[in-house]
């Protein structure tokens, strides 16, 4: 019901808030004599959103003060800290900003637990450089059926080069640019749309796509020539896989069922798993994922994945093509997942990904061949990408 004005606003305040959480929380702390009780409704939340205002946002001191102390009386839990809130910010706006010129942003807005995790897999430095990758508003990705650079110029984009076109953040309604009601085009991320391009030639192949919504997989299987049969287990998530491959012109088989169910008869030149996962390399895009998600979820996931992987193998012909992939930063979800599989399955082997194939460049690529992106790696003359893994994997006869 907002004016598009303020809407966008409320949007940048809100992904602003959480990108840089670690940040404001520390200020405030410093300004905030003893913590508020637990019984004080919405405060905190309410003197976060105005220190991101009056820090990151360059809104007025006034306007911002006003607004949060607004909020506060309105708020049934919070107007008893109407005047705190008012005190504290107004201490904010004048010595805040000081407080954060030493500060190590990157750690700040990160969660101690991820933090810990990645330097452990990652080191220091890189760690640093992917939480600092995070405080960045993404790019909008897109995947063309053909003709990158027509569409590059159609959209005044840039061509990368593995093909897809990326356009500058905020570009309007997307649903309005050219080419998006017809098909000819759709969102995804340049990370998300390369393993599905490490699959080759497809035309006339049959392919199984599992956990298939919402679909930016599937519709470069069809866009690739292949006989898709995807499958999903959420009637919601297969509604929208469905509208936009309807949209595109694509008629694949649509299953809507448990993947751990499916009849083992039924066989695939390849089958692509795109495993549910913690989705921690898609940070950029989803700055609440750092504060919903915890270890022991990610330890459940890396189970299901285990059970999944075990499941789509049964699905490969011989000789056929195992593809898994997850939007993770997490070795166990990639790497080690994969590792694992290969020593419980000798009839599968990986098959390595040489630097250049489909564009993909070599920094792309992990000692063991494997696809391994990271938020702040380059992507031809571009900065910043989701974290993916991808494995490719094929079935001895």
Known sequence: TLAPRDRAFFMTLVMTALRRRG?????????????????????????????VQLLFLGVAPHAAIDLS?????????????AGLINAVLRKIAAGGHSLLRDADAA?????????????HAYGSPVTEAMAQAHGSEPPLDVTVKENSAL???????????????????NQGVVDLLPGYSDGAWWI?????????????????????????????KALQLCAA?????????SAIRLQRLAENLGRAGYRPKVIEGDA???????QFDAVLLDAPCSATGTIRRHPDLPYRKTARQIDSLVALQRKMLEKSALHVKNGGTLLYCACSLEPEEGELQIERFLDDNPHFSAVPITPGESGIEGHFISPAGY?????????????????????RLTRRN
């Open 23 to 51: 940040e404001a929380d520390s200020v405030i702390k410093s300004f905030l004599a003893t913590p508020l009780p637990r019984k004080s409704g919405r405060a905190s939340l309410i003197l976060l959103l105005g220190t």
């Open 69 to 81: 102390v607004r909020l506060a009386r309105n708020d049934s839990g919070a107007r008893h800290f």
């Open 107 to 119: 750690q700040l807005n990160t969660p101690l637990w991820l933090w810990t995790k990645w330097c």
């Open 151 to 169: 569409w590059s110029e159609r959209l005044g984009g840039l061509a990368l080069p593995t093909g897809t076109v990326r356009l500058e953040p």
């Open 188 to 216: 995804q991320d340049a990370a998300a749309a390369m393993p599905v391009k490490l699959l080759g030639d497809l035309s006339g192949k049959t392919v199984l796509d599992l956990c298939a919504a919402p679909g930016g």
């Open 225 to 233: 020539g292949a006989d898709v049969t995807a499958v999903d287990i």
């Open 260 to 266: 751990m169910r499916l009849d083992p008869q039924l």
């Open 371 to 391: 696809l391994r992106t990271l938020p702040q790696m380059p992507i031809g003359m571009s900065l910043t990408l989701d974290g993916f893994f991808a494995a």
